[in-house]
């Protein structure tokens, strides 16, 4: 979902560091290993990509009414087009 050349990166993130963040993690083979390099992944993607999820059941979808350019809500593809979504705010009257 991160990896700068996965299929469910919708977001088109491009980080070297999460790549290898993804890539210790991949390896890692003892318990140890994996709760260090895991953990590591999740610091490196806070920091890099804080985001929250907002698809959490089939068919729904919660936003501010501010977001706009959301297009595609269908199952399984609502964060399709994510790179597309913008922000508009409106001051006054």
Known sequence: MFGQN?????????????????????????????????????????????QIGLYFRTNSLIYDENIMGITNERQNMVFSEIAKWHVEYYYGD
């Open 6 to 50: 996965g299929e469910g990166n919708f977001g088109k993130v491009k980080s070297s560091e999460i790549d290898d963040a993804i890539r210790r993690f991949e390896s890692a083979v003892f318990d140890e290993e994996i709760i260090e390099s895991c953990s590591h992944l999740q610091r490196t993607l806070y920091e890099q990509v804080p």
